[in-house]
């Protein structure tokens, strides 16, 4: 099933085009990879699923981006459920100035009102789900800026699991980290497909290959191919994905 | 073949000529005395002051009002005047100023006008007090018929204290990372509520720190005041009431005890106050930072 549909999208800075006629479908359940060298729109891409380049000024995008079959830029479309239907997580862990606990309870905060022993479990939970309960439980207080550039990376997951969301984005969520935390990170990520469709940028090509369910290679602005990430690794279509994924440009 | 130190001696050592380094000497030896200069005067201005001041401040001084049939010198009406106004300046010119900032910098999206109201506060700091003295009389007293008072003063000074507030406050709003307001607004955050929540507390530090400069600006004004605040010297303990009466700083009443009754001893007791509140508030500034700056 397709959780995200896209049609005909194309994307302008001012002047300047940044995604030109991008036809991708995002499944649910899945991890879709973005691949493609830098510059080339994949974040811009990813923001225009939630909306993010609203924030953007002199954004013009035209086309269709449908979330379960809804047009999410229809006139009366709520940003704040949309962006609470689909997460994201940044490339550098932003986690806000307070507490590794206000840092989860945030969202849940700004859309409901909620008892303090229900707001204590769901902080649970969400850290739970991002791999952090055991080494956040016993500072939650702390601020989370005490935590390691990993942790900081899971509490953003967390957090941005906090608000239940449906689709979760995220923007080369491990380049800012060692080794050792992409790697629990990437092992995170095997688990929260079964309950989120996922959407990720990378230019590690070998985390693609890795991770992804379905792979798609952005260049200059442009959708080159995409696919089931098997096909697209070992029998690329076009001759530019197979450069790029054997490495001779990017 | 590469050699670091030819024959003739280090490359790296000796290589000032004799002139060079009697030149650098003198440069340094200039500069030195430059701070020095600074430095004396500064130190000689405020030693003078206190020590000219402190000896004539008593608590009769400070705790009662003049009186003629007793012939006895009293500031606390002048003391309530200058708390009064920078309460009321605070009240006007806080919010305002705070309010242009926020709307400055995370609501405008037409950059030129946002760099025309900019331009415009950077003008309008650097007007001359007197300035806003005369318009704020020329407005307030003759055109709209109020009498000069706490009030009038207040709302005089609100205008001049504006463009720090707006300035100092704008600073801090943009040391806050753009990343948290993405991250707020990734979790469907309204900008409203990320102002209040994030934006807000993570730059109280510098707004603060604003705040107390705009009130070392009020304690220390006088020309703005004298056309509109008035020269009462009576004792006035209700606020309200206070609003709608005259009533002299203590930088006008330091000028009018000079000036008028020539009273020496008073100013400068007057002034040896002053000094004191405004260094206080300067250690205030310095202390607030210190402390937000922990987390
Ligand atoms: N806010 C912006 N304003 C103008 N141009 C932008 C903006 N953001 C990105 N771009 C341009 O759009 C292109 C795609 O950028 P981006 O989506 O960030 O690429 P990627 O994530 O693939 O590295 C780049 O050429 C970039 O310079
Ligand atoms: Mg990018």
């Known amino acids: ?250 | 073949m590469t050699t670091l130190t030819p024959a003739t001696g280090s490359a790296l050592k000796g290589g000032l000529s004799a002139k060079r380094r009697a030149y650098s000497i003198g440069l340094r030896t200039a500069m030195y005395a430059c701070v020095a200069i600074a430095v004396s005067v500064l130190v000689g201005i405020i030693g003078f002051v206190l020590y000219q001041g402190l000896g004539h401040i008593t608590w009769e001084l400070l705790s009662t009002q003049r009186s003629a049939l007793r012939n006895t010198i009293g500031i606390l009406p002048n003391i309530l005047s200058t708390l009064y106004i920078v309460i009321t300046t605070l009240l006007i010119a806080i919010p305002i100023g705070i309010g242009a900032a926020i709307y400055l910098c995370e609501y405008a999206s037409n950059r030129k006008v946002v760099r025309l109201v900019e331009f415009t506060i950077e003008i309008l700091a650097g007007i001359p007090s007197i300035i806003y003295g005369l318009v704020g009389f020329l407005f307030f007293v003759l055109n709209l018929g109020m009498r000069p008072s706490i009030l009038v003063g207040s709302l005089t000074l609100s205008i001049l204290v504006l463009p720090v507030i707006v300035r100092t406050t704008q600073e801090a709003l943009r040391t806050v990372p753009h990343s948290y307001r993405e991250g707020a607004f990734a979790l469907g955050g309204t900008r409203w509520y990320i102002i209040r929540t994030i934006i807000l507390p993570s730059s109280l530090d510098g707004i603060i720190g604003g705040t107390i400069l705009a009130v070392g600006r009020m304690v220390g004004e006088s020309a703005a005041l004298l056309f509109t605040a008035g020269v009462g010297f009576t004792l006035v303990t209700n606020y309200f009431t206070a609003l709608h009466t005259p009533g002299a700083s203590l930088t006008v009443s330091l000028f009018l005890y000079i000036t008028e009754h020539g009273n020496r001893d008073v100013g400068f007791a007057i002034a040896a106050i002053l000094l004191i509140i405004v260094l206080t508030l300067n250690l205030l500034i310095k202390l607030v930072r210190r402390k937000f700056r922990k987390i």
């Not at chain 1, 550098?92 to 009102?113: R, W």
């Not at chain 1, 096909?231 to 530019?240: E, L, T, W, Y």
């Open chain 1, 1 to 250: 099933m397709n959780i995200i549909e896209t049609k005909d999208l194309n994307l302008h800075y001012g002047e300047f085009q940044a995604l030109k006629n991008i036809n991708l479908d995002v499944s649910a359940n899945e991890i879709t990879a973005l691949i493609g060298p830098s510059g080339c729109g994949k974040s811009t891409y990813l923001r225009t699923l939630n909306r993010m380049n609203d924030l953007v000024h002199g954004v013009k995008i035209d086309g269709s981006v449908r979330y379960r079959g809804e047009d999410i830029y229809a006139k009366d479309v709520d940003v704040t459920v949309l962006r609470k239907r689909i997460g994201m997580v940044f490339q550098k862990p932003n986690p806000f100035p307070m507490s590794i606990y206000d840092n989860v309870a945030y969202g849940p905060k700004l859309h409901q009102k909620m008892s303090r022993s229900a707001m204590n479990d769901l902080v649970e939970q969400s850290l739970r789900k991002a791999a952090l309960w055991d080494e956040a439980k016993d500072r939650l207080k702390k601020s989370a800026m005490s935590l390691s550039g990993g942790q900081q990376q899971r509490l953003c997951i967390a957090r941005a699991l906090s608000v239940s969301p449906d689709v979760l984005l995220m923007d080369e969520p491990t380049s800012a980290l060692d080794p050792a935390s992409t790697a629990k990170i990437e092992e995170l990520m095997g688990q929260l497909k079964q309950e989120y469709s996922v959407v990720i940028v990378t230019h590690n090509m070998q985390q693609a290959a890795r991770i992804s369910d379905r792979t798609a290679f952005f260049l200059t602005g442009d959708l080159v191919e995409s696919g089931p990430t098997a096909d697209v690794f070992s029998r690329p279509q076009d001759q530019r994905t197979e450069n790029y994924i054997t490495g001779r440009f990017g």
